[in-house]
């Protein structure tokens, strides 16, 4: 074995290691995925289909000039093919509470040539979002993350226009993971009607819609 090779496979090792030490960490409290776990989130993980960004994406049935938020955007993994779907008439308002992982999901914008997405540091729950202004949200693996979950799905409720779908997306490797059925109990009171599921216990997708009447 080379002497790089060595190198790398240390380092592969040494990260893997600080993330179960974060994981073990964070299941005794709603902490956000760290910034520089930053490389690890926005792989794609192969043993979990239902989970990848492009089947999240295949499933809202995007259309050219949607708005779309992207309500934890982390580094980006989701936002950067979202706006790409929606083409240039449409945007994508991706909102973070770290300042570092907004800076690299903004280079990795820029880097790819995208204007159609707007960046925010906000925290959900608070009611910062403008009401009726989303076709589409989404929550990837940060539903958990949240302390005030019931207020942060109440607000992304009254963002969506009438007929409006939330995705919510998990994996059962996250620290924070919320089930189908504890997600319905906190999307229900607000309003929200189950639209479709997709996937299994492990990893999953559930649209969650804003009825027409709304």
Same mark, same amino acid.
């Given at each position: 074995?080379?002497?790089? %090779?060595?190198?790398? %496979?240390?380092?592969?090792?040494?990260?893997?290691?600080?993330?179960? /030490?974060?994981?073990?960490? @964070?299941?005794?409290?709603?902490?956000?995925?760290? @910034?520089?776990?930053?490389?690890?989130? $926005?792989? +794609?993980?192969?043993?979990?289909?239902?989970?990848?960004?492009?089947?999240?994406?295949? #499933? %809202? +049935?995007?259309?050219?000039?949607?708005?779309?938020?992207?309500?934890?955007?982390?580094? /980006? #993994?989701?936002?950067?093919?979202? !706006? #790409?779907?929606?083409?240039?008439?449409?945007?994508?308002?991706?909102? +973070?509470?770290? *300042?570092?992982?907004?800076?690299?999901?903004?280079?990795?914008?820029? !880097?790819?040539?995208?204007?159609?997405?707007? =960046?925010?540091?906000?925290?959900?729950?608070?009611?910062?979002? $403008?009401?009726?202004? =989303?076709?589409?949200?989404? &929550?990837?693996?940060? %539903?958990?993350?949240? *302390? $005030?979950?019931?207020? !942060? &799905?109440? $607000?992304?409720?009254?963002?969506?226009? *009438?007929?409006?779908?939330?995705?919510?997306?998990?994996?059962?490797?996250?620290?924070?993971?919320?089930?189908?059925?504890t997600i319905l109990t906190l999307a229900r009171p607000a309003g929200f009607c189950e639209e479709a599921f997709f996937g299994n216990r492990l990893a999953f997708t559930l649209h969650l819609e804003k009825p027409t009447g709304e």
């Open positions: 074995m080379t002497l790089v %090779l060595q190198v790398c %496979l240390g380092l592969v090792v040494l990260l893997l290691a600080v993330a179960s /030490g974060w994981r073990l960490v @964070s299941r005794r409290s709603s902490l956000p995925c760290p @910034s520089w776990l930053a490389r690890l989130i $926005e792989l +794609d993980n192969p043993f979990a289909k239902n989970y990848n960004a492009q089947s999240i994406i295949q #499933r %809202l +049935d995007l259309r050219p000039g949607m708005r779309v938020l992207d309500a934890g955007c982390g580094p /980006g #993994r989701v936002t950067i093919p979202l !706006a #790409r779907a929606i083409g240039t008439q449409g945007e994508v308002v991706a909102i +973070d509470i770290q *300042p570092r992982m907004l800076r690299r999901a903004a280079d990795k914008a820029q !880097a790819a040539g995208l204007t159609n997405i707007t =960046f925010r540091e906000l925290r959900l729950g608070r009611g910062m979002l $403008e009401r009726n202004q =989303f076709d589409r949200a989404v &929550l990837v693996a940060v %539903l958990g993350e949240v *302390p $005030e979950r019931q207020s !942060a &799905l109440q $607000e992304i409720y009254h963002a969506l226009v *009438p007929g409006g779908i939330l995705s919510i997306s998990e994996i059962a490797f996250d620290p924070h993971y919320q089930s189908r059925h």
